[in-house]
Structure formats: C-alpha cells, structure tokens
C-alpha cells in the first residue's frame, strides 16, 4: 500500500517509519529543518520497540508532490485541520482513505467536509512521541495503539480491515472499531484530562498519577469529561474513568503529553481543543467542568504564544 503522513512529527513521523520498515511506500509531509535533516540523513527512531534508521526518506513540502495515495494519515495539529484538509485534496483518488490520528472530536467532521464523507475512516492512536531533533522520533514507553472505524456506526469494512492490517504487519497494535464515535470520545475523555494534568503542573505522568491531590483532581477531570460525552448522547461506560486511571497507572511515569511539550517549549498549544472544547460542550448541555475550566483558565495565557 502507499501511504502519505501529513504531518511527520511525532506520531506520523513514528507509524510512517514502522510502515517503511515493513515495506510500504509512504510519502513524509514535512517542512523546515525536519525536512531538510530528514533529506539528508534519513529519519531516526529511538524506541523502547526498537530504534530505527530511515533512509533515503521520500519527503515533500508540497503534498501535491506526493501523487496519489491509497491511505493518507493526517497528524498535525488541531488549528492545522483545515488547511490540511484541503491541501491533500490534489492526492485523493477515487479509492483514496484519509484518516485523522489528530486529538479532538471535531476533527473527523472538519476533515469530510473538505475532502468527503466517502473518503474518510475515523482513526484514534496512543502513543507518546515527539520530535526529539530534527529528524529524530522519540518514542516513549511501549505504547502504540491505532483504532480505525467506519464513521457510520457498523461491522469493519474491508478498507478498515485492510489498513489495520497494514498496521498490524508494521508490528503496530492495530484494532479496527464498530463505533468510532464511541472509541473517539473514549481517548477523548484519557487525553483531554492527562494533556491537561500534565501541562498545568509541569510535570510527567507519574507524579501527577502518584500525588494524593493531583490523582484526585485526574480522576475528577476523567469524570467531567464522560459525563459530557454522555451528555451529548453517547453512551460511555459508567465506570470508564476508573478503568483509564488504572491504564493511566500502568504507563512509563516518564511520559507526558504533547500539549506538555509544547507548553514547556513555548509553541502553541491545543488547549482550545481540548480542555476548552470540554467546557465549551458542558456549558451547551447544562453540565458542569470545574476542572476543566481551572485548566483552561490556567493555561489559557500561554495557549497561543
């Protein structure tokens, strides 16, 4: 299969190179020094899964450059959504999939109403990886999980069937859904409240999970975001809060989240998309996200720098 990653940071810069290695051609979307370093000496992946070595890289800033492609994978961030939606437009084909491994709830809509309903899958990873240094990945802990689903709510299709397949000879923990929307706001729910823990106290997972207050105040962030989504229709388990802190409680402790990284390297953050969102959609539906909003409120300075 081909695949193009738009997007080549951590999370694209991670699968493409796994998908590489199991022989796939996939086309890197990048820019900058990323891209410049990539060219010249391949794309470096250090993981506890193994490292890697890339090279040559088959790398494009222009993605029209990239031809058509049979899966394309987008993970840039959330304020890049749009853009991207329609800057791939030029490489789909008629059988072309495009799947978003982005953060959020929106981003699967944003993206069908740019390049069609018809060409989109619903995708959710998790995985902790960033850009270390130009053209190097640093993948932290073992975690790497990628859930592909059908928007319509349904058995696997064969495009889903294959693709996880794909991911899964690429030795990547592939699962294919029968409810992408619930599975969404499942990682939506984990994300939203360890991307937000991590930034507001500076500090990796495994303090915030181990401190009496801050694993409190984690876990309270789980529940208001569940109750949103249940808010808003769907159906999350009652008990989806607790089963996440104890999947919270068994990650590397050295592991944060990227809107962490980006708060302590001074970029943008997602934080409108995230914990905002969270507070956007309880405010709509009558519910309350004290959390959450302490969260917002606290980093809302440092959001867009």
């Given at each position: ?54 090279s040559p890289v088959n790398v ?42 982005q953060n959020g709830v929106d ?199």
């Amino acid at each position: 299969m081909k695949f193009v990653m738009f997007g080549s940071g951590g999370v694209g810069g991670y699968y493409g190179a796994r998908l590489v290695q199991a022989g796939n051609e996939v086309v890197f979307v990048a820019r900058g020094a990323h891209a410049a370093r990539m060219r010249e000496k391949g794309l470096s992946i250090k993981s506890e899964t193994g490292d890697a070595l890339i090279s040559p890289v088959n790398v494009v800033e222009d993605p029209a450059r990239a031809g058509d492609a049979d899966v394309i994978f987008v993970a840039v961030k959330l304020w890049d959504s749009e853009s991207a939606a329609n800057a791939i437009k030029p490489i789909i084909g008629p059988r072309t999939t495009v799947v978003s491994l982005q953060n959020g709830v929106d981003k699967d809509d944003v993206l069908a109403g740019a390049a069609g309903r018809e060409h989109v899958v619903g995708g959710i990873t998790h995985i902790g990886a960033v850009i270390a240094e130009p053209g190097v990945i640093a993948h932290t802990g073992k975690l790497q999980r990628v859930t592909l689903g059908e928007l319509a709510k349904g058995p696997p299709s064969p495009r889903v069937i294959a693709i996880v397949a794909a991911l899964a000879r690429a030795k990547i923990e592939a699962v294919a859904s029968d409810d992408i929307v619930k599975a969404t706001w499942e990682k939506f729910v984990f994300l939203t409240s360890l991307s937000g823990m991590t930034a507001l106290t500076r500090k990796p997972v495994g303090p915030v999970r181990d401190n009496p207050a801050t694993r409190a105040m984690l876990r309270d962030a789980l529940e208001e975001t569940a109750a949103v989504a249940r808010a808003e229709g769907v159906p999350l388990a009652e008990d989806l809060p607790e089963k996440q802190l104890k999947m919270i409680d068994g990650l590397n402790p050295a592991m944060t989240s990227s809107m962490a990284q980006d708060l302590a390297r001074g970029k943008r953050l997602e934080l409108e998309w995230l914990s905002g969102a969270v507070v956007r959609r309880g405010e709509a539906r009558g519910q309350k996200t004290p959390v959450h909003r302490a969260i917002h409120a606290a980093l809302v300075l440092h959001a867009n720098p």
